[in-house]
């Protein structure tokens, strides 16, 4: 079985840290290690009474750098990760599920799974809880929430993935999990959105949403031109 054995996160403000800490602490077993890249934060602030934690102090400026850094670290010692947002909450099953159909799909398809990541309640597309294509419900969720289905893109919010199917992000903020993304798809890579469920709190880390776009589409024309007049 294609185990979970690590969760891996990157925090600016660290202000919603205590409560995803604290969901994992109550909801995630025990053998499972954290990973947390910052700019500066005291481990006695950010403990756990039964997880390992693996504070690492880092200069990353963005989003890609940070997330490259800390799950690079992590998959030293882990095959497979979990990669989260600092400003989520675990759901009491969020973990069980998304261990459960990860070891699934990996053991149908191997490499081939890029992203496996969870639904919450803010995100876009299919990957959000308010998301339905046909309305259709089953008690009180959606039919399609019943079952995995796949999606060109995941954001990671809370997403499980195999170091033999990571590719670095780029050094951005905005537009950077959709080109990731991108990248895997090209490689025939097939993202899948599961079950589990988190509840995402968002927007907590990055400026204002058009001054992150216009920084990401001046590094995309300066760096990446197949991409900048894909995403302009």
């Not at 399609?144 to 670095?168: G, L, N, Q």
Request: proline content about 3%.
């Amino acid at each position: 079985m294609s185990k979970l054995t690590a969760i891996c996160m990157s925090t600016v403000h660290a202000r919603n840290l205590p409560v995803l800490l604290k969901s994992i602490e109550q909801y995630v077993p025990d053998g499972v290690q954290i990973y947390i890249a910052h700019k500066g934060i005291q481990h006695m602030d950010y403990h756990s009474k039964k997880h390992a934690m693996n504070l690492v102090k880092t200069d990353a400026e963005n989003y890609g750098d940070a997330y490259n850094f800390i799950c690079k670290r992590a998959f030293e010692n882990h095959e497979s990760i979990i990669v989260c947002n600092d400003d989520i909450v675990f759901h009491p099953d969020t973990y069980d599920i998304l261990q459960k159909e990860y070891s699934f799909i990996r053991n149908e398809i191997g490499n081939l799974l890029g992203w496996l990541g969870c639904r919450t309640d803010y995100a876009a597309g299919v990957q959000n809880i308010r998301w339905s294509e046909d309305q259709k419900r089953i008690g009180v969720k959606f039919e399609y929430e019943t079952k995995p289905v796949e999606s060109h893109f995941i954001a990671p919010i809370c997403a499980a993935i195999h170091r033999d199917s990571w590719i670095d992000y780029l050094p951005i903020n905005w537009f950077s999990d959709s080109i990731q993304c991108s990248m895997m798809n090209d490689k025939g890579m097939h993202h899948i959105v599961s079950t589990a469920y988190v509840h995402h709190v968002g927007s907590q880390s990055l400026d204002a949403g058009y001054i992150e776009r216009e920084k990401a589409l001046d590094y995309l024309q300066k760096n990446n031109v197949e991409y900048y007049e894909a995403l302009k």
